[in-house]
């Protein structure tokens, strides 16, 4: 790739015309070519194998009846693909959504209960941002005593609850509640991933986490290899003149 961008542009100066509609790659070539792209480890890598296979919930489901159809698309749309004994909560397995929600569950959950070791069957657990709660349904099934999910949506809750009856999870409970409002809570592990690039108070959740935690934090988010913002002010201007701003 970057010998490619060598070629592309050897003297690695980014073309000027911004309204050119390849300006984003261009931009990406630029900072491979003036080292804005080299990544940087500001801590320790840690580095362990990772096991892709079902949900262990959804391991131990295998061979029973699942949900009807119309019940799963009732809680829809989801944006995780779980599995009922071939019944997918999408309609059809997606190979690519399948394993990397799935990964993330190797990564992370296991870790913590390797960090943990036997004594996470008296730990409580606190899963911040935890969507339709998979991550928070494999901690109780690795045996960690007590864990909670947070949510913000609704709807992601009603999905985790339902997950929870129909897989028939035990120690494992959820609530409606905003990243803003984590004074009040309190557990030995916490987890936040995929929530970061979402925010706008980065320093005050990163604070709320660490006070909200009394033995370990496991925080994720997406990295890449470009300087990136997850937030783009785009202005787009009628015949009249007006603009609107969308943000993302």
């Known amino acids: 790739m970057i010998e490619v961008n060598r070629i592309l542009y050897p003297d690695g100066i980014l073309p000027s015309n911004e309204r050119n509609p390849d300006f984003w790659t261009r931009f990406c070539v630029w900072c491979d070519l003036n080292g804005f792209s080299e990544p940087e480890f ?23 009846e699942p949900p009807a159809r119309e019940e799963i698309d009732s809680l ?27 990964y993330r569950s190797s990564l992370l959950v296991d870790l913590a209960s390797e960090i ?9 657990v606190l899963d911040v941002a935890c969507h339709c709660g998979i991550l928070a349904l494999e901690f109780g099934e690795v045996g ?12 992601n809750v009603r999905q985790a609850e339902f997950l929870k009856k129909t897989f028939d999870c035990r120690n494992v409970s959820f609530e409606v509640e905003n990243a803003r409002n984590l004074k009040g ?4 592990v916490v ?33 890449q290899n470009h300087p990136w913002s997850g937030f783009h002010i785009i202005g787009t201007y009628t015949e009249r003149s007006t603009e609107t701003i969308e943000s993302s």
């Open 42 to 64: 500001l801590l320790p890598q840690i580095i362990r194998k990772t096991n892709i296979s079902p949900f262990r919930f959804e391991q131990r489901f295998a061979g029973k």
């Open 76 to 102: 829809g749309p989801w944006d995780y693909q779980i599995e009922w004994s071939g019944t997918s909560s999408k309609g059809i397995r997606q190979a690519e959504d399948w394993m990397v929600h799935r």
């Open 116 to 124: 943990a070791g036997p004594a996470r069957t008296g730990m409580s």
């Open 144 to 155: 960690f005593g007590s864990v909670k999910g947070l949510d913000l949506r609704q709807k």
């Open 185 to 188: 809570h309190r557990a030995d």
């Open 191 to 223: 987890l936040c991933g995929g929530l970061l690039y979402h925010v706008t108070f980065p320093v005050e959740l990163l604070t709320d986490l660490f006070n909200a935690t009394t033995k370990f934090l496991i925080f994720d988010s997406v990295s």
